[in-house]
């Protein structure tokens, strides 16, 4: 099976890379879906989850990380997701989350409240 | 024990106090050179993915945006200077701001007003002192800068940039940092940071590789771009930062070193002069023994 390969960055880390079938986020006209082979592409990614539909020696799988906002860029069968702050789901704590989401409810922050947001989603969608 | 012995003990132990302390921070900043180290290197994949990015749009499309866009007739600059917060770093803070003072003379004289915006303690010490304006100041994170504290370095430079002049915005903006080259050197460089040169990101990448593919841009090319440019100046802003605070542990590693040598000769000239009272102080007390002693022998000699 044709693959791609993925390469998902922080701007202080590199989070997560390896081999792919499907890459789905979402830019700011919609939720996008990459396969192999897809045209070159450079979008703009709106905070959330990024699915990545991984192969590789260990089988298929899916891993899902919180992205908040960034690029995806699509060339040569490499694709990368750039982000300045970009978490894998397992490493999302779930109840710490909720708590800040509480937090930024009752203090109305709205920025912080997103963040938790989208953590909780990332976090839920690896879960299913 | 003489009054110069107990002198010379006592600046010995003076002086070897200080130097556990300097030797204490060699030994600290020289582990945190390293860990500066893998900062920079931990952020490379970022800077580089977001660099070929830029190029990408840069040869894909040919649009226009205030950040690469040069004025005709600059009027402001902006300059942004990396120091440190705290000192004992030799000469680190100073040459920065030497280089600085060199880069705005320079566009004085190109009849350009100069903002300054300061990173440090140091700096902003400096500048306070001679009653120099500065427009903006940062302080608190030079040893250790996270990407948060780049991102709100750049937001307000950015802002002033894309700012009309006559509304207090600026055409240009500089950098001055200490550019780490090795452990031994560290050398305070000025760049021009915006309006940012698109062909020279371009050749930057194509370096590496020829063939541009032609990209399809969601939503417009224009957009992208928009979303790009700033996030770009910020990962310059953040790694010139994670140079400096390098530069300024390799700084202060060398200026402990030399202080903690120059405590060791001290010390080794101060334990010759305490030696060499003690037995001045020795000899001196036996002549005056054996004087005593030969002036009694003599005393008794002429009473018999």
């Not at chain 1, 192999?36 to 891993?63: A, D, F, M, N, Y």
Request: hydrophobic fraction near 40%; glycine fraction near 6%; charged fraction near 25%.
């Amino acid at each position: 099976m044709a693959e791609l390969h993925v390469e998902l960055v922080a701007a202080d880390r590199k989070v997560w890379s390896g081999e792919a079938s499907l890459v789905v986020a979402r830019t700011s006209s919609g939720d996008i879906g990459v396969m192999p082979g897809h045209q070159p592409l450079l979008g703009v990614l709106k905070p959330g989850p990024v699915t990545i539909r991984t192969t590789g020696e260990s089988g298929g799988g899916t891993v899902v990380a919180a992205v908040h906002g960034g690029f995806i860029s699509f060339a040569d069968n490499k694709l990368s997701l750039l982000a300045e702050i970009a978490e894998l789901s397992e490493e999302i704590d779930v109840q710490r989350a909720e708590r800040a989401l509480e937090r930024a409810q009752s203090e109305a922050d709205a920025a912080a409240e997103r963040r938790a947001e989208i953590r909780l989603r990332a976090a839920l969608a690896s879960a299913r | 024990m003489g009054a110069q012995v107990r002198i010379y003990k006592r600046r010995i132990r003076s002086v070897s106090a200080t130097k556990k302390i300097t030797k204490a921070m060699e030994m600290i900043s020289a582990s945190r050179i390293v860990k500066a180290q893998r900062q920079v290197a931990a952020s490379t994949p970022y800077a580089e993915e977001l660099t070929r990015a830029v190029a990408a749009v840069a040869t894909g499309s040919d649009t226009q945006h205030p950040l690469t866009t040069e004025t005709e007739k600059p009027t402001r600059a902006a300059v942004l200077l990396v120091t440190s917060d705290r000192g004992l770093a030799g000469g680190y803070s100073a040459n920065a701001i030497k280089a600085a003072d060199r880069l705005t003379e320079r566009l004085r004289a190109e009849g350009k007003e100069v903002d300054s915006y300061i990173i440090g303690r140091k700096g902003v010490a400096y500048y306070g002192f001679r009653d120099r304006k500065i427009a903006q100041s940062w302080t608190g994170f030079t040893d250790r800068p996270s990407y948060a504290d780049a991102k709100a370095v750049s937001g307000p430079l950015i802002e002033a940039v894309r700012r009309d002049t006559a509304e207090g915005g600026v055409d240009e903006l500089h950098i001055v940092f200490t550019e780490f080259v090795s452990m031994m050197t560290q050398n305070p460089v000025e760049k021009r940071m915006l309006p940012l040169s698109l062909d020279e990101v371009t050749r930057q990448v194509e370096k590496q590789e020829r063939i541009r593919p032609l990209y399809d841009f969601e939503p417009s090319a224009e957009e992208v771009l928009d979303a790009l440019l700033p996030r770009y100046v910020e990962s310059r802003i953040y790694n010139a930062l994670l140079q400096s605070a390098a530069s300024e542990h390799a700084a202060r590693r060398r200026a402990m070193k030399s202080a903690t040598d120059n405590a060791e000769d001290l010390i080794k000239s101060l334990t010759r002069l305490a030696n060499q009272a003690r037995q001045a102080d020795i000899t001196q007390e036996i002549s005056e023994i054996v004087g005593g002693a030969s002036a009694l022998a003599d005393a008794s000699a002429g009473s018999d």
